[in-house]
């Protein structure tokens, strides 16, 4: 791993930010990992309310892993 991120992984806005940018191009499985990464060193960040951005992230995993389900049918 590059060494500027070694150190950037425990900075809350740093991570929660590549998570939102891994979230906006489709790549749910790293929004997730970047965005719980984001809450280790903060998890009070945004009044507390960051878990619910880890929830809408679960939720749209599921639904995407639904419709594929569906369409494969």
Known sequence: MNKNV???ENNYNYCS???VA???IGM???AL???KKGLEPNSESHEKSEWIH???IEVETAMLNLT???IHK
């Open 28 to 30: 749910l499985d790293s």
């Open 17 to 19: 930010n590549i998570g």
């Open 68 to 70: 594929c389900l569906l």
């Open 6 to 8: 070694q150190n950037k």
């Open 33 to 35: 990992y970047w965005t």
């Open 54 to 56: 880890v929830r809408i």
């Open 22 to 24: 891994y979230e906006l």
